[in-house]
C-alpha cells in the first residue's frame, strides 16, 4: 500500500500513514474548509490497511486543535481502528496533548470512552 503523506497547512493537519512500519500520525491544527472531504481518503485508506494490518499499529495524535466537524471525522478514523483492534490486532493511540490544554485532554478522554481502543495520553511538557 502506498503511504498517505499530507503536509500540514495553516489549517489542515500534517498526516502520515505508512503501512509498512504500522505508524500513523496526524498532527497539528484540523480545521479545514470541508472536513468530510479531507479525512474521507483516510478512512478510505484504513479500509484498505484493516484488509491485511502489521500485528501492531501505532496511532500519534498531535493536535493543537480541532473544530467539531473535524471531530466527528477523526472519531470515523478511530472506528476503522477499532476494526482492526477487534480483529485480534495491537493498535494503540498515542493521544498527545500541551501541558495547560485540559480541552484536548478532555477529548481524547472522550475519544477513549466511545473507542474500545488503548489509549495513552501523552503530556507535552516544553
Not at 16 to 39: L, M, Q, T
Not at 96 to 124: C, H, N, Q, T, W
Amino acid at each position: 500500500m502506498e503511504p498517505i503523506i499530507i503536509e500540514g497547512t495553516p489549517k489542515t493537519p500534517t498526516v502520515k500513514f505508512d503501512a509498512s512500519e504500522g505508524v500513523f500520525e496526524i498532527k497539528g491544527r484540523s480545521i479545514p474548509e470541508n472536513s468530510v472531504e479531507f479525512y474521507k481518503p483516510l478512512v478510505d485508506w484504513l479500509d484498505g490497511y484493516k484488509e491485511t494490518p502489521l500485528t501492531k499499529t501505532v496511532v500519534n495524535i498531535r493536535l493543537e486543535y480541532f473544530n467539531t466537524s473535524s471531530s466527528k471525522c477523526i472519531l470515523d478514523v478511530f472506528k476503522k481502528l477499532e476494526a482492526i483492534h477487534k480483529a485480534k490486532n495491537e493498535v494503540e493511540v498515542n493521544w498527545y496533548y500541551e501541558e495547560d490544554d485540559e480541552d484536548m485532554l478532555e477529548a481524547g478522554e472522550d475519544y477513549e470512552s466511545i473507542i474500545r481502543v488503548p489509549f495513552k495520553m501523552i503530556e507535552i511538557v516544553e
